[in-house]
């Protein structure tokens, strides 16, 4: 079997986009961390030609080796936090010879891309990652202008008229918690669940979930990520979560749950997944989410 969840030490987050890895000479022993899924592809690209693949448990895996490529996709079969190395071998003789992967089985997320450079990267790759990055940066700064323009000056139901938040039918609600089946992959169970949803300005709108946790663990559980998926697995964006802090042993804790979604994207069924970062501490899963 691969390594358990609960050798581990706690998950490691996932990059989002390409992931750039440039590999050392004098450090040919490496391994390096990518997050995998279940049925989710990951593709890794070399500078090199490919010679041969060791990858434990290949039977769990489809798998396409190119020239200097690898597709990796998952299957079931795999557990959260489970490990699986992989090795690729290069062909040319030129040092490193080999790169080893460490492929860990996230419960939600996956690296899709990821560009291996084993030889100083072309001008090119360099600009390519400064323009992701760029955008990424630009994306949070706008985000945060929109956050302090909507939150400057007004509170409460005030902000929500003030920028157009507040529709005519209001913030609508439903209670839904006996309409979810609840998956729980540790020690969580949900008491509550109540679904929101509101227009915004221009056919925007806002949805929400919040969710009563209790941990019927003996350790505290703090969440580290959420994503609300459809039916066809897509998330909705502007995705926050409020609050983060842990919820001991024993104990209860609201945690709402936030995104954009136009009418039409609220509509159907949706999966709300949560997990944590401690070892072990596992996560629930929610199917049968609806917004009203």
């Known amino acids: 079997m691969p390594s358990e969840a609960s050798e581990q030490v706690p998950l490691a987050s996932c990059?989002?986009?390409?992931?750039?890895?440039?590999?050392?000479?004098?450090?040919?022993?490496?391994?390096?961390?990518?997050?995998?899924?279940?049925?989710?592809?990951?593709?890794?690209?070399?500078?090199?030609?490919?010679?041969?693949?060791?990858?434990?448990?290949?039977?769990?895996?489809?798998v396409l080796v190119g020239e200097a490529g690898l597709g990796l996709l998952p299957m079931p079969a795999f557990r959260d936090g489970d490990r699986v190395p992989v090795t690729i071998f290069f062909?040319?003789?030129?040092?490193?010879?080999?790169?080893?992967?460490?492929?860990?089985?996230?419960?939600y997320e996956a690296e899709r891309q990821v560009m291996v450079f084993r030889h100083p990267r072309t001008l090119a790759s360099y600009r390519q990652g400064e323009r992701q990055a760029r955008a990424e940066v630009q994306q949070c700064l706008e985000e945060n202008a929109r956050l302090q323009s909507e939150r400057s000056g007004q509170d409460g139901l005030t902000a929500l008229i003030a920028h157009a938040w507040m529709s005519q039918n209001g913030?609508?609600?439903?209670?839904?918690?006996?309409?979810?089946?609840?998956?729980?992959?540790?020690?969580?169970?949900?008491?509550?669940?109540?679904?929101?949803?509101?227009?915004?300005?221009?056919?925007?709108?806002?949805?929400?979930?919040?969710?009563?946790?209790?941990?019927?663990?003996?350790?505290?559980?703090t969440l580290v990520g959420a994503a609300l998926v459809n039916s066809r697995n897509a998330s909705l964006s502007g995705l926050t979560?409020?609050?983060?802090?842990?919820?001991?042993?024993?104990?209860?804790?609201?945690?709402?749950?936030?995104?954009?979604?136009?009418?039409n994207e609220a509509r159907g069924t949706f999966t709300l997944k949560l997990w944590a970062g401690e070892a072990g501490a596992g996560g629930v899963s929610l199917n049968g989410v609806t917004f009203p």
């Open 15 to 62: 990059e989002s986009g390409t992931r750039y890895i440039e590999l050392e000479a004098d450090a040919p022993d490496k391994e390096h961390v990518v997050c995998i899924r279940p049925d989710i592809s990951t593709n890794v690209f070399f500078d090199a030609k490919v010679a041969r693949v060791e990858l434990a448990f290949r039977e769990r895996f489809q």
């Open 91 to 107: 062909g040319d003789g030129a040092a490193p010879a080999s790169v080893t992967f460490l492929l860990v089985i996230h419960p």
């Open 171 to 221: 913030v609508v609600a439903r209670l839904i918690t006996s309409d979810v089946i609840q998956r729980s992959g540790g020690s969580l169970a949900a008491e509550k669940i109540i679904s929101y949803r509101t227009a915004g300005p221009s056919g925007l709108g806002r949805v929400a979930v919040q969710v009563k946790l209790r941990n019927q663990g003996v350790v505290a559980w």
């Open 241 to 263: 979560v409020w609050p983060r802090e842990p919820i001991p042993p024993g104990e209860s804790r609201d945690i709402t749950v936030e995104m954009d979604a136009t009418e």
